[in-house]
């Protein structure tokens, strides 16, 4: 399992994911869910993934190489908007379900895969997309500004209670983080290092990458204060009195 958020707001978008896999008690292992292609002044797109890891690789790996082709079918370098891009995604997510998805649902292997993938593209604003398992997609609003997928039960409440498409990307950084921190405090299928990639709209290039690990120090605050914070709330916090 997985977490992964992507948040569109005006100052820009924000994409995060954990990167631990396991298929079972005794078999965990690190694979980073996220996927970069940028090319300075011309576009910024950022994926991240969740589901079956040999469904979501091969597809984003049937995009990479389709891209370097070279010729004139669309592609994620010559896509002429991020509308594009998610129903190539989409579209990808289809063929390699329709190859593998039987072989796997007949061993009773998972064959499901969900995307977040954002940027923009020179030419229009960043926008946000949601890709499910069946290739179609939705797009973030102003009202619902970010998507999660995989275990986003746990992370959801604080997001919703902080982030506003007006929230700045040093707070949405910041709740997204602590998102995590109660995510992987409820469930250990989702564990460090986070993958981190803020993006300020209309620049073109990628405005910070950072792999948070057990040794960040911000982290290790952010953890630690937000705990120590929650129970003090908590204990100030009126007992009822209903007789």
């Given amino acids: ?84 891009i998610a129903r190539l995604i989409g579209d990808a997510v289809r063929e390699v379900r329709a190859r593998d998805g039987a072989h796997l649902t007949q061993n009773n292997i998972d064959a499901s895969a969900n995307f977040l993938v954002g940027g923009q593209i020179r030419g229009e604003p960043p926008r946000l997309f949601e890709v499910y398992s069946e290739g179609n997609f939705i797009e973030a609003t102003p009202d619902t500004c970010y998507f999660q997928i995989g275990e986003s039960k746990y992370g959801k409440p604080v997001i919703d209670r902080v982030v506003s498409r007006s929230t700045s990307l040093s707070d949405a950084t910041k709740c997204t983080l602590v998102s995590f921190d109660s995510t992987m405090r409820s469930n250990i299928s989702v564990g460090l290092p986070i ?49």
């Fill in 195 to 243: 993958d981190l990639v803020i993006y300020r709209t209309d620049a073109l290039r990628i405005g910070l990458q950072r792999r948070i690990d057990e040794n960040d120090p911000y982290f290790q605050m952010l953890h630690t204060q937000w705990g120590e914070g929650l129970r003090q709330v908590f204990t100030q916090l009126p007992n009822p009195e209903w007789g």
């Fill in 1 to 84: 399992m997985t977490y992964c958020v992507a948040m569109n707001l005006d100052a820009g978008l924000i994409f995060a994911s954990d990167s631990r896999t396991n298929a079972g008690v005794d078999q965990i292992a690190r694979f980073s869910k996220m996927r970069i292609f940028a090319r300075d002044g011309d576009r910024v797109i950022v994926t991240l993934s969740s589901g079956n890891l040999s469904i979501t690789q091969n597809a984003l790996n049937t995009l990479d190489q389709r891209a370097r082709g070279g010729d004139n079918q669309l592609n994620l370098w010559n896509a002429p908007s991020m509308f594009d």
